[in-house]
């Protein structure tokens, strides 16, 4: 009896692998759910990529989960559409197939499922983005994204619709500029303070004493910088260059080399021009020109 208890033994432990390892093998079922789920989720990344690329989230409002708030829906849209326009994601070409390749067919029998979106665009590799799928009426929909923020300075390349309406208006102030004829830049700026004056940018110990003081007039940046000789004036042609500045405004971006030989400046500078456009009702406006160099002061 003692000498049969290891075959006995033996026994157990095989039928307890076997049970083991018939919990761990999908069944024909299980299968087919993973293989419908997956189709699936590779449709609705292979639209988000579209529009990512497109620049335009209107697309994404179908393929959304029908259990997200519409605030939320709005919410998501929005931040689709302030990351497409990052310079980053220009020519999104996300890798679906090793996003997909995270998930087992365990995963497709849930609710739920993160998938890790990384590929590279135009200018190189791209963040990786955390798309949340969520199973709704027996469909898989996007339920949540998770990419990159826009913060101010950022390269952005937005659509042409947009730059149709930005760039005109920047070439003709530029040549203005170029003419010194300040007074036609005076004269598209709104007549609200925050269009007519920039903050001042200060150190730590300037801060802690000049807090209170009020901002410089644009009016008198423009007015300094026709004391300066210009170096060389931009391509009017050339592509302009878009940074994100805050939300609901863009800005177009030049560095321009001078010097101001009356103002101790004799070796040449870099003056940046940052022309600043609005989001409204009719579209990008020119809100204001902010002007940074050694030259301006608190820039």
Do not use: N
Request: aromatic share 8%; proline share 7%.
């Amino acid at each position: 009896m003692h000498r049969s208890m290891p075959v006995f033994a033996v026994l157990l432990m095989a039928g307890a692998l076997a049970t083991a390892a018939g919990c761990a093998t999908p069944t024909p079922a299980d299968m087919l759910v993973a293989q419908t789920g997956k189709q699936e989720a590779q449709d609705l990344l292979d639209a988000f990529a579209h529009a990512v690329r497109e620049k335009d989230p209107a697309p994404i409002s179908s393929l959304l989960s029908p259990t997200l708030r519409p605030r939320e829906a709005d919410q998501l849209e929005a931040r689709l559409a302030r990351a497409s326009w990052l310079e980053r994601y220009s020519g999104y070409a996300p890798d679906i197939d090793r996003a997909l390749d995270q998930a087992g067919w365990r995963d497709w029998k849930g609710t739920e499922l993160r998938l890790v979106l990384s590929g590279t665009g135009a200018f190189g590799p791209t963040t990786e983005d955390e798309i949340t799928l969520a199973k709704a009426g027996g469909k898989w929909r996007i339920s949540g994204c998770k990419m990159a923020e826009p913060r101010p300075g950022d390269a952005l390349d937005p659509p042409q619709a947009v730059r149709q309406q930005v760039e005109p208006k920047v070439r003709h102030m530029m040549a203005e500029l170029k003419e010194g004829r300040m007074a036609a830049i005076v004269y598209e700026l709104p007549d609200k303070a925050s269009a007519r004056e920039r903050p001042l940018t200060l150190s730590g110990w300037q801060s802690l004493w000049m807090s209170s003081t009020p901002g410089i007039s644009v009016v008198e940046d423009l007015e300094m910088m026709r004391q300066f000789t210009v170096l060389a004036w931009p391509d009017p042609q050339a592509e302009l260059q878009y940074v994100y500045d805050s939300s609901g405004t863009i800005a177009v971006f030049y560095e321009v080399p001078y010097v101001w030989l009356a103002g101790g400046i004799d070796k040449a500078d870099i003056l940046r021009l940052k022309f600043i456009f609005l989001k409204g009702s009719e579209g990008w406006t020119f809100y204001t020109v902010h002007l940074s160099a050694k030259a301006i002061p608190y820039s």
